[in-house]
């Protein structure tokens, strides 16, 4: 087996310098040449080991650890880095922390693998060395860690019962993931490359250096039209995306004179790094255009102020009049000024959850009669009597909840329904574990439905008629599945169709995933599924508990709504105010589509590329996120989908409410 050393990520390229695009390319301010997204965290792991068993009499271990870590589609190992070799040492310290990205929507299983180096010349392959155990864990286990940090027996089932030691694992994240630089560009007396009667119309384009030597475009500015001396406006360029968050790094600043055709010409660039436009405190660079220097000409050494002054003799040999006469004496082709520069701090994703800021699931799960009976394979609300198989909802509660469960240290959480009539009993079965009471009805179970009641009030107010309605045909009788035989209560016990009903009565959260899977089935066995799909309820009645619970400075907790449905929504536009409504609150919501049904109007929910309006209502901030489910979708690729966005959302929450992470404890819990 061989591993694959930390490489660096981020955004990747040909090296080819421009690529040429058309002018419908600019008609943002700027623009990524690769979409990364903003919540991509890096994690530095520092590991210690101690008791490293001594493999050979006379022959002190050379350790070194090995990072991977798991795909589960394809169940192998996947290196991400290596530390240095500690020589003749049991107990290592290795100061060459192993990189990895943390990204929140995965679950992460980390792997480390230890072994005694036997050939220091070949460490990456593996087989040449002696394995002495591993360690397992995931990223969000060691994140929510005191001090995320955890200490774990080094385990080989070769070697049952041998003691092989112990380790340390720390995690810290990598500081400036989401920093911005800031900075106000300007150019002065440019190369005009549109003749004597025109003007050029310059842009700005960044390319970050790779590995190998190449450049990499990673930024583009907004063309200025007709002018020389162009002045940009202000622009905040995410610092992972441009340098990696590696301020020395060289970037090459090149201004393009832009073409419809796409075939823009180039005024020149200037080399230099992060640093040294931070450094220059505004002081010009001069714009050098490489093809006017003569053959000779060598490139400059970077200074704190970009390239130097290039003074060339005149030039030798056959070629252009004209080209020879620019080289004679070149200096440069105008300067580039940086004002105002500097790098503005935005906390990360991992900075609240290892200040202890909990993220917290609510389900919401629709028993409309459209699921099928449940008795009928067919249905999507099927119960396997053997277990061996999920159904679709089953598949989505545990993807998504198992991503979260980690993040929130008392995990219990909400489970509620919508779109069926529920069975009335006067104490709960079970010991309170099935069917609904009364009281609980009648109070809301804990405050959650108070808000769906109040807005079916509202509802009944406007339109004259209940919203619940009558039992719709094609409704199904909840039922025992084991036993197989409807109950022998009537319609009479049920309640009307209910929008927001706890399926543990006033008892209304419950331990973990499990918990959730065990509730979906629970509630399946005393409800009737009916109809119609309204969504708005549930949202008001969720904004309504985040508001409750609240988020502050001293408190920090995010709520999540999984809502599963197979209906297309009925109260689509009650549904989009609700939402924005929502937007205010600590929340986010998940929507996951299952079954055939046409999902072409969830799209209007989920606002990507502008922000959810309903007449002069404007959404304060995107919260939801719409992925279809279709049978065959692996739980992990689910998980991802759906909770790709909640980084981000989350963060912008609180910037917007200025909370700032606190300060990491030793106790996260």
């Known amino acids: 087996m061989q591993f694959l050393s930390s490489t660096g990520s981020g955004i990747t390229g040909n090296g080819s310098g421009l690529v040429h695009d058309s002018a419908a390319s600019f008609k943002k301010d700027?623009?990524?040449?690769?979409?990364?997204?903003d919540s991509f965290e890096r994690l530095d792991l520092f590991i210690s080991a101690k008791n490293l068993p001594q493999l050979h009499a006379f022959n002190v271990t050379d350790a070194f650890a090995v990072v991977y870590y798991l795909d589960h589609k394809h169940n192998t190992l996947m290196g991400v880095g290596n530390t240095e070799v500690v020589n003749d040492c049991l107990n290592p310290l290795w100061t060459k922390a192993v990189t990895v990205d943390y990204l929140f929507e995965q679950v992460q299983e980390i792997f480390i693998h230890f072994f005694?180096?036997?050939?220091?010349?070949?460490?990456?392959?593996?087989?040449?060395?002696?394995?002495?155990?591993?360690?397992?864990?995931?990223?969000?286990?060691?994140m929510r860690?005191?001090?995320q940090k955890l200490n774990m027996v080094i385990e080989n089932s070769r070697k049952p019962g041998m003691s092989l030691g112990t380790v340390e694992i720390r995690a810290e994240a990598q500081r400036n993931t989401r920093d911005m630089l800031v900075i106000k560009v300007s150019g002065h007396k440019l190369s005009n490359k549109e003749g004597i009667f025109g003007r050029s119309d310059p842009f700005l384009e960044i390319s970050r250096a790779n590995e190998d030597g190449t450049y990499t475009p990673v930024w583009r500015s907004v063309k200025i039209d007709s002018t020389l001396n162009p002045k940009w406006p202000e622009v905040k360029i995410p610092l992972v995306n441009l340098c990696n968050s590696d301020l020395n790094r060289k970037l090459i600043i090149e201004i393009w004179d832009h073409e419809r055709n796409g075939r823009h010409r180039s005024m020149g660039k200037v080399y230099s790094s992060v640093k040294q436009l931070l450094d220059?405190?505004?002081?010009?660079?001069?714009?050098?255009e490489e093809d006017l220097l003569p053959p000779s000409g060598e490139e400059q050494p970077l200074t704190e102020t970009g390239i130097g002054t290039t003074t060339t003799p005149p030039p030798r040999g056959l070629g252009s009049f004209f080209r020879r006469s620019s080289q004679i004496g070149y200096t440069n082709s105008g300067f580039l000024s940086f004002d105002r520069c500097r790098i503005e701090h935005h906390p990360t994703l991992s900075d609240f959850i290892m200040g202890g800021c909990e993220i917290s699931l609510l389900v919401g799960i629709d028993y409309t009669g459209s699921n099928g009976d449940p008795r009928e394979p067919t249905s999507l609300h099927y119960i396997d009597p053997t277990n061996r198989t999920w159904n679709i909802y089953q598949q989505a509660i545990y993807s998504v909840g198992n991503v979260l469960e980690p993040y929130d240290s008392d995990r219990l959480y909400g489970v509620f329904g919508f779109g069926a009539r529920v069975r009335l009993f006067d104490t709960g079965v079970g010991g309170g574990k099935s069917g609904v009471t009364n009281a609980a009805?009648?109070?809301?179970?804990?405050?959650?439905?108070s808000g769906a009641n109040a807005w079916m009030a509202t509802q009944t107010a406007n339109t004259g008629a209940a919203v619940g309605g009558s039992l719709q045909s094609g409704s199904y009788y909840g039922n025992h599945y084991h036993s197989g035989h409807l109950p022998t209560s009537t319609s009479a016990n049920y309640t009307s169709v209910q929008h927001c009903f706890p399926i543990y009565g006033g008892t209304n959260q419950v331990a973990g995933v499990a918990g959730i899977l065990q509730a979906y089935q629970d509630g399946l066995q005393h409800v009737l599924l009916s109809g119609p799909t309204l969504l708005a309820p549930i949202i008001t009645a969720t904004a309504q508990w985040a508001a409750n619970d609240g988020c502050t400075q001293q408190r920090q907790r995010y709520y999540i709504l999984l809502l599963i449905t197979d209906g297309v929504v009925n109260d689509m536009e009650a549904t989009k105010l609700a939402i924005i409504q929502a937007s205010k609150q600590p929340l986010s919501i998940i929507i996951v589509g299952v079954g055939p049904a046409d999902f072409k109007d969830m799209d209007s929910l989920d606002s990507d590329r502008q922000l959810l309006q309903v007449n002069r209502q404007v959404a304060d901030r995107d919260i939801v996120q719409f992925i279809p489910f279709r049978s065959g979708l692996a739980t992990t690729a689910l998980a991802q989908q759906v909770l790709a966005e909640i980084p981000d959302q989350l963060l912008e929450y609180m910037a917007k409410r200025k909370i700032v992470p606190n300060a990491p404890t030793s106790n996260t819990a």
């Open 30 to 37: 700027s623009m990524l040449i690769e979409n990364a997204r």
């Open 116 to 142: 005694h180096c036997t050939d220091r010349s070949n460490l990456n392959d593996i087989e040449r060395h002696e394995f002495i155990g591993e360690v397992r864990f995931t990223m969000s286990a060691i």
């Open 145 to 147: 860690a005191p001090s």
């Open 280 to 288: 220059a405190r505004g002081t010009p660079f001069p714009v050098i």
């Open 441 to 449: 009805m009648a109070n809301g179970g804990n405050g959650m439905n």
